[in-house]
């Protein structure tokens, strides 16, 4: 009798110990599911912080140095403006262009890190040429195209029909600045200067009426 009672508590105690094991392996299996999702929110928060960070970095470092950049521009253009404006004026006020005044300017224009070309233009008054017929090479109806381009006086320095007007070029002013030291002006003509870089994009463009021919 005690043989079949030992017997039976055994067989209870197998029993509970295979319940007990399959509890406790299912109490085992929740944890790593558990940690699997966590490790996958894990990933997606690190994916997030690391995107966070680049937009922050680019926030930080490339938009003020983007903003600082347009901001020297924008000083570098408004110092070549203003000594644009002066030495147009000077000319405008005397009526001559001498080579020292002009080289003078270009150091000035030149202190900043870019490089700029410089155009210059002379449009001649129709009155002038039919006074002083042997400095024209222009047509009988020339004053007529002269008053029609004065009115284009804000067009690029390319847009001007040379062919209709008498205009002396860089080229031709920097050549007569070469050989006589100046370039001279009559009254009521009009003397105009662009500053380009080297893509050609205009920074400055000025130009005025020459008032006087104090030479």
């Not at 209870?12 to 295979?18: A, C, F, G, L, R």
């Not at 029609?148 to 320095?157: A, L, Q, T, V, W």
């Amino acid at each position: 009798m005690d043989q079949l009672f030992h017997i039976a508590i055994c067989a209870t105690d197998v029993t509970n110990s295979i319940y007990r094991r399959a509890k406790y392996d299912i109490w085992f299996a929740i944890p790593r599911a558990i940690c699997a999702c966590r490790m996958e929110i894990s990933m997606e928060e690190i994916y997030s912080k690391v995107v966070a960070i680049i937009i922050g970095c680019i926030a930080l470092f490339i938009v003020p140095v983007k903003i600082l950049s347009w901001r020297q521009d924008n000083m570098q253009q408004t110092y070549i403006l203003t000594e644009t404006i002066c030495f147009v004026d000077s000319v405008c006020n005397k009526g001559i262009l001498y080579s020292d005044l002009y080289t003078d300017y270009l150091n000035k224009i030149q202190k900043s890190d870019k490089i700029y070309k410089i155009k210059l233009q002379h449009i001649k008054n129709s009155k002038n040429n039919t006074e002083n017929p042997e400095n024209s090479s222009q047509s009988p109806n020339n004053s007529e195209n002269i008053e029609n381009s004065f009115e284009k006086i804000n067009s690029g320095i390319d847009d001007i029909d040379s062919q209709s007007i008498d205009i002396d070029y860089t080229e031709q002013i920097l050549e007569e600045l070469k050989t006589d030291g100046s370039h001279k002006f009559l009254e009521n003509d009009i003397f105009r200067i662009e500053v380009v870089d080297n893509s050609d994009n205009v920074v400055v463009f000025y130009g005025g009426c020459i008032k006087d021919e104090d030479y």
